[in-house]
């Protein structure tokens, strides 16, 4: 066996442990995995062991109720997604098992498991995961999320997050249409309320110039 695949299987035998310490160490093993160095000899095993595993794994995160390991489980397919997939033109990889058909699938259980938990979670901390995820395919609807989020916290972690998407909505305006990334309406609340809580001053001056 890949020593890899062992490490992620070991990892994925404790998503459902009952002790959260457990769960959240198994679910930064599987994060580390979806955001590591893409193009080296572990971008093979990871991409298929989270494909291959795709129904077990969120059958599995799905039970997950604490609102640190939800961010974390978030954050690992926003970086799977974003990066073993919507980049694997930058990386040679021949794979009999990765399909068009099971990276498609698995990007649609990604958005399914997103939007099941902006149903049920009102923590603004799982509510930035989830619209950091779904920026990755640049849905405008984030920053009505990104808005209520910076009114309720402005951690360090959070405020870099946002910043992020903030800076890549300014580059995606200056390329294309602006109103595709962002509505007027919410560039005017996003702004104030960046202003008004005094923060992000280098990206607030990116929005007014939009």
Same mark, same amino acid.
């Given at each position: 066996m890949n020593d890899m695949t062992e490490i992620l299987d070991n990892a994925f035998c404790h998503l459902q442990n009952?002790?959260?310490k457990e769960r959240k160490k198994a679910a930064n093993i599987l994060m580390k995995a979806a955001c590591a160095e893409?193009?080296?000899?572990?971008?093979? /095993?990871?991409?298929?062991?989270f494909i291959v595993n795709m129904e077990q794994y969120f +059958?599995?995160?799905?039970?997950?109720?604490? *609102?640190?390991?939800?961010?974390? *489980?978030? =954050?690992?397919?926003?970086?799977?997604?974003a990066r073993y997939l919507h980049l694997n033109h930058l990386y040679i990889m021949d794979s #009999?098992?990765?399909?068009? #058909?099971?990276?498609?699938?698995?990007?649609?259980k990604s958005k399914e498991y997103a939007r099941g938990l902006l149903t049920t979670q009102r923590r603004p901390k799982v509510l930035q995961?989830?619209? +950091?995820?779904?920026?990755? =395919?640049?849905? /405008?609807?984030?920053w009505d999320i990104f808005i209520e989020v910076l009114k309720k916290k402005r951690d360090k972690l959070t405020l870099s997050h946002i910043g992020i998407a903030i800076r890549q909505c300014y580059r995606l305006s200056q390329e294309h249409n602006r109103a595709d990334y962002i509505s007027d309406s919410q560039l005017k609340e996003l702004v104030e309320v960046l202003e008004s809580k005094e923060i992000l001053p280098r990206e607030t001056e990116l929005l007014k110039s939009l």
């Open positions: 009952v002790e959260i893409l193009g080296t000899k572990k971008t093979k /095993p990871v991409k298929e062991w +059958s599995a995160i799905k039970e997950e109720t604490n *609102h640190e390991v939800l961010w974390i *489980h978030l =954050y690992t397919l926003q970086n799977f997604c #009999d098992i990765i399909t068009e #058909d099971k990276v498609q699938n698995f990007e649609e995961a989830i619209a +950091s995820f779904f920026w990755i =395919y640049e849905e /405008p609807f984030v």
